[in-house]
């Protein structure tokens, strides 16, 4: 393996740390999680932020709430879930030259952030909670109060290696709910897509979707979105077909049927017209100076002085700061054991069975069958609000 690493993709002081890593995987039985990555692979940035990538557009987001009719609005969201792909699986390749390991959140950490109000949009928030460590867990809500919107969910992942690939099975899901002017409630159940990180051996990984993920509608619509990418002698990266069917059509007879490339541009085949287009800037989202954050567990505040290092590529510093983090994480817990407490979580409350994924999951025969969830409080702090 070490003869196929590019001096060019690996730092000279880290090809020994990539090296022993790559040999580390090969070898490795289990959730892949667990393993240290060198630091020069190292995102700065921790998996708490990436809820954010939810809403990087926040008009399509907004715009649900304005289609007129049920089919309009399952549309509306399938542009919007696409719109969403680039940002959570690509952007980081653009920016930082290849895929970057995020860092692993502890438990507690908390990010917040929100996207004002522009052109009558109304003002997006988003809170996050990492809810569990072991294995690592990440819960959210979006909110466009004056739209009637609203995003609730969570993320885990199963990863284990493949070939030359990490596979990456993400486990847990997303219910948007919309409240109509009339009354009445829509609520969609969104599954996430599998992941394969490739380019470990050229220590520059990417990452491509693959197989299928579903969004599942109450008032009965379903848009299945299968995934596909380069291969060897054909096919396209970032390539996706969604097909949206109601109840009284099957697969075979679709009322939609989108094409393209998730990272790009993707066109209704019927007609021709542009589905989605995200070659155009994302919005950031806001979030509060480090020094005005007053909360220890916020995660830019957390990880400072380990993405200062990261980002200058002092990865000794990095390194450094990064283990007194996970020290101090590893004494907290020890010491609750101790006394006989657990770990409160703050904003959320995890519920066994979500009702809304075992009832839209028949409309795709979901697996498995029934699925938790962690529950929103609505006790963000004012600063968050």
């Not at 409630?185 to 299928?212: D, H, Q």
Request: aromatic content about 10%; glycine content about 8%.
């Amino acid at each position: 393996m070490a003869s196929t690493v590019e001096p060019d993709a690996v730092p000279a002081a880290q090809r020994g740390s990539w090296t022993s890593f790559l040999k580390s995987i090969a070898t490795f039985t289990g959730d892949l999680s667990s393993l240290t990555a060198p630091p020069f692979i190292l995102s700065p940035i921790s998996l708490t932020e990436f809820p954010a990538y939810w809403c990087e557009r926040p008009e399509l987001f907004a715009a649900i709430a304005d289609g007129p009719t049920a089919e309009d609005r399952a549309l509306r969201v399938l542009k919007w879930f696409i719109s969403t792909l680039k940002g959570q699986y690509t952007t980081r390749n653009e920016s930082m030259g290849s895929e970057k390991k995020p860092l692993n959140p502890v438990l507690g950490e908390l990010f917040y952030g929100r996207w004002p109000d522009k052109n009558g949009r109304g003002l997006t928030e988003l809170v996050v909670e990492q809810v569990s460590h072991h294995p690592p867990i990440t819960a959210y809500y979006i909110s466009n109060e004056s739209k009637g919107l609203a995003l609730q969910g969570h993320n885990a992942q199963k990863t284990s290696f493949s070939g030359a690939s990490i596979i990456v099975k993400q486990i847990g899901h997303a219910i948007l709910t919309l409240d109509l002017p009339s009354g009445e409630k829509e609520t969609y159940l969104i599954t996430l897509p599998r992941l394969v990180i490739a380019g470990l051996l050229v220590g520059s990984p990417y990452i491509e979707l693959s197989e299928s993920s579903y969004i599942a509608s109450s008032t009965g619509y379903l848009s299945t979105i299968d995934y596909s990418g380069k291969g060897y002698f054909s096919g396209k990266a970032h390539t996706l077909k969604a097909i949206v069917t109601n109840p009284t059509l099957t697969a075979a007879h679709p009322l939609y049927v989108v094409e393209g490339q998730w990272d790009a541009i993707s066109h209704d085949k019927k007609t021709g017209a542009e589905f989605t287009n995200v070659t155009s800037p994302k919005e950031e989202v806001n979030v509060a100076p480090i020094d005005a954050q007053a909360d220890s567990f916020e995660s830019r505040r957390l990880w400072k002085k380990v993405a200062d290092g990261i980002r200058t590529g002092d990865f000794d510093t990095a390194s450094r700061e990064k283990g007194k983090i996970e020290n101090e994480q590893r004494q907290r817990r020890r010491d609750e054991q101790a006394r006989g407490e657990k770990w409160q979580l703050k904003h959320f409350v995890r519920i066994e069975s979500d009702p809304e994924y075992e009832k839209l999951g028949h409309l795709f025969k979901a697996n498995p069958p029934i699925e938790d969830c962690y529950v929103f409080q609505h006790n963000a702090p004012p600063h968050a609000q």
